[in-house]
C-alpha cells in the first residue's frame, strides 16, 4: 500500500523497523515536505541500535540541505554524524537575520561541541569572535588551522571587520602563529589599529617574531610607525634584525618619517632623542643629515656623542656627503671645544675627512 508521512513516522516508532521506515520514507519522496526531517527525527527518537535508520535519514539531509528553522529544531536531537553536517549547513546561513538565529542555535550547543570544536567555529563565522574562541579553535586543532586550513580566510574576514579580533592570536605560544597574525593585521587596512597591536611585539624575546613585525610595519606603509621602528632600531642587539628595521624605515614614506623623528628628537627622554639619531643615520637621506646636525646642540652628552657618529658615518656617502657639509660651522665649533674629549677627537677627525685641515687651522 501507498506510504503516507504519518503511516512512516508510526513505522519509525517500532524498534526494528526504524530502517525500513526511513527507506520507505524516502522512497517515496515524503522527506521533500517542510519539516519532515525533523518531524522523522522526533519519530525515531534515541534510535538506539539503529544505525541503519540514521544513517538514511543523514543521506537525505545531505542529498537535500534543511533550511534553518528545520536544521534547528533538528540539531538537539541529532546523533553525532547528523549533528556535524546539521553544523554545516547552519554555518552556511547568510549574512543578516538568518545568521544571528543560526548562531544563536548553535550556541545552545556549545556544550556538546565536536572535538575539534566544529560549533564554536560555526558561532564564531555567522557572531564573530567571543572570548577564548580562537585561541580555543587553535587548541583543537592546531597551527596547521590558521596557517593552512579554513582559520586563514576566516581571521582575515575577522580582521577585515575589526583587526582587534586578532590580537589573542599575537599573544599565543607558536611563533609561527603570531607571524602569520601580523600579517593578516598588517593586510587589513586599518593602520592605526594595527600599529597599536604590532608595536608592541618589536620587543617580543623572538628576533624572528621581531623580524615579522618590523616587515609588517614596512607592509603596512603609515609613517607612524616611525617612532617604534626607531627605537626598536636603537636597542636591536642582532645585526640581522637590525637590518631588517632599518629596512622597514627606508620604505616608509620618507618625508613623513623625517618629520617623525624631528618630533622625536623633541622629547624630553634622552632615549627618545637617541632613538631619533639611530633612524635618521638609518635613512640615509640628505633631509636625515639635518637633524643629525641639529642633535649636536643636544642637552645630553650621549645623543650629541651618536650624532656626531652618525654625521662621520653618513660623510663616507657620496650621496649625503653635502649635506653633512652644511653642519660644518657645528662640528668646527666642537672641534674647538676641549672640555669633552670624546666629542672634542669626533669632531676633528670629521672636521678633516670633510675639509682635508683642522678646525683651528686656516689658511
Do not use: N
Not at 576566516?154 to 601580523?182: F, G, K, N, W, Y
Request: hydrophobic letters at 50%; one cysteine or more; aromatic letters at 2%.
Amino acid at each position: 500500500a501507498p506510504l503516507d508521512e504519518a503511516a512512516a513516522l508510526a513505522l519509525a516508532r517500532e524498534q526494528g523497523r526504524r530502517a525500513e521506515a526511513v527507506e520507505r520514507w524516502r522512497a517515496a519522496g515524503l522527506d521533500a515536505a517542510p519539516g519532515a526531517r525533523a518531524r522523522m527525527l522526533e519519530a525515531l527518537g534515541g534510535a538506539q541500535g539503529e544505525s541503519a535508520a540514521l544513517r538514511e535519514l543523514l543521506a537525505s539531509v545531505r542529498e537535500r540541505p534543511l533550511d534553518l528553522e528545520e536544521a534547528a529544531a533538528c540539531l538537539p536531537r541529532a546523533d553525532e554524524a547528523l549533528f556535524r553536517v546539521l553544523v554545516e549547513q547552519l554555518a552556511a546561513a547568510p549574512p543578516g537575520p538568518a545568521a544571528e538565529r543560526a548562531a544563536r542555535a548553535l550556541e545552545a550547543q556549545l556544550d556538546r561541541d565536536t572535538s575539534d570544536k566544529a560549533v564554536l567555529e560555526a558561532v564564531v563565522r555567522l557572531a564573530g569572535p567571543r572570548p577564548g574562541a580562537l585561541e580555543a579553535l587553535l587548541r583543537a586543532r592546531g597551527p596547521e588551522w590558521l596557517l593552512y586550513g579554513d582559520g586563514g580566510p576566516l581571521c582575515a574576514a575577522l580582521a577585515a571587520q575589526d583587526v582587534a579580533a586578532l590580537a589573542p592570536l599575537l599573544a599565543v605560544d607558536a611563533s609561527e602563529v603570531r607571524a602569520h597574525a601580523c600579517g593578516l593585521v598588517a593586510r587589513a587596512g586599518q593602520p592605526a589599529k594595527a600599529l597599536a597591536l604590532l608595536a608592541p611585539l618589536l620587543e617580543d624575546a623572538d628576533a624572528a617574531l621581531r623580524r615579522t613585525v618590523a616587515e609588517a610595519l614596512r607592509e603596512l606603509g603609515d609613517a607612524q610607525a616611525t617612532a617604534p621602528l626607531a627605537r626598536a632600531l636603537a636597542r636591536e642587539e642582532d645585526g640581522y634584525t637590525r637590518g631588517v628595521v632599518r629596512d622597514a624605515l627606508q620604505r616608509l614614506p620618507a618625508r613623513e618619517v623625517v618629520q617623525q623623528l624631528g618630533r622625536l628628537l623633541a622629547r624630553p627622554a634622552a632615549d627618545e632623542r637617541l632613538a631619533a639619531v639611530a633612524a635618521l643615520e638609518a635613512l640615509g637621506k640628505p633631509d636625515a643629515v639635518s637633524g643629525l646636525v641639529g642633535a649636536l646642540d643636544d642637552a645630553e652628552r650621549d645623543v650629541r656623542l651618536a650624532a656626531l657618529k652618525a654625521l662621520e658615518a653618513s660623510s663616507r656617502q657620496p650621496a649625503l656627503r653635502q649635506a653633512v657639509l652644511e653642519g660644518l660651522a657645528r662640528i668646527r665649533a666642537l672641534g674647538l671645544d676641549p672640555k669633552d674629549k670624546e666629542a672634542y677627537a669626533l669632531a676633528r677627525r670629521l672636521h678633516y675627512a670633510l675639509t682635508q685641515r683642522m678646525p683651528d687651522q686656516t689658511r
